[in-house]
């Protein structure tokens, strides 16, 4: 008896892995930079850090997220930064969620517009980037930096101005005829709602845009709170303090508590608005007495380092990244 019970057992198993098989598929990251979360939330802890072309076996899907593998590492990451390269989406039923995800590919034809993910609008973008009109990262998200991009340039080449790339912007885009861009169409950012973010290059120059002892707006990305703070010094990336104690507070409100997490943020300062990282841990050395901020916190920009390991900080530059996305 306890023999014909394991051969059913092991029937049924076998009748039901080729069912889990097919649950899994793999995808590819979009992404420059992408954080894999523990649990399917921006507040999560980062798990590990996928790069552009990283290939992952998607396990399970909800929501705007995709539980996901790569190599001993298991977490979340956000959908629209996957390119899923076999299977479908089985966290998705309706037919609304698969058009969307159809949507996210763009054209065959190398046409797309707002909302659109992949190859044809990394192309777009780095043709854009070439004739001036878009100083923002090109990682395939058709947002608002790259549509105002778009309208920009169709607006200097004689095209109807709707920021969506049609066959003939495409076919003049391409063109040896495209005309330049004047410094005052470029365009930075690509996510939603970017227009004038700027990346700054900490090391090709960037050090020498905000020098030390400037003051400065800094805006959370998350929260809209905005504070003043002053730049001490700092070499790898900038050593800043909040201006006041009334800064202090905002800064406070903003993590909770003083933490060494990285959050998004824009930096203000002389007209131009900078995609940024920043802790909330005070150490280290104060200037500014009477501010209730005992020490500094890190501010970090595109390819800056610690001050400690001398190394490109991979969760600071991933914040970097999404405050690419976004405008003052």
Known sequence: ??????????????????????????GKITASSLNMRKSASTDSKVVSVLREGDKVTIKDSSGSWYKVTKGSKTGYVAKKYVKVTNGSDSGSSSSGSSKKSSKSSGSSDGTCGPGDTGSSVKKVQQRLKKLGYYTGSADGDYGGGTKTAVKNFQKRNGLTVNGTVNKKTLAKLNSSS???????????????????????????????????????????????????????????????????SSDTGKMRKIFGHWSWRRRAILVKYNGHV?????????????????????GHFCIHFYGSKTHGSRKVDAMHQNCVAEAMKHSW
């Not at 008896?1 to 793999?26: D, F, G």
């Not at 004038?196 to 090709?204: A, G, K, M, P």
């Not at 900078?274 to 500014?288: C, D, E, K, R």
């Open 1 to 26: 008896m306890k023999k014909l019970r394991s051969v059913l057992i092991l029937t049924l198993l076998l009748c039901l892995l080729p069912v889990c098989t097919a649950l899994a598929k793999t």
């Open 178 to 244: 495209a005309k330049k861009a004047r410094a005052s169409d470029a365009a930075g950012g690509s996510g939603s709602g970017a227009g004038s973010t700027e990346r700054l290059n900490w090391f090709n120059g960037g050090s020498n845009k905000i020098p030390k002892g400037a003051t400065f707006k800094v805006k959370d990305i998350k929260t809209g709170i905005v504070f003043t703070v002053k730049r001490w010094s700092g070499a790898n990336h900038i050593d800043a303090e909040p201006a006041t």
């Open 274 to 294: 900078y995609a940024a990282s920043m802790n909330g841990m005070p150490h280290g050395t104060q200037t500014i007495r009477g501010n209730n901020f005992d």
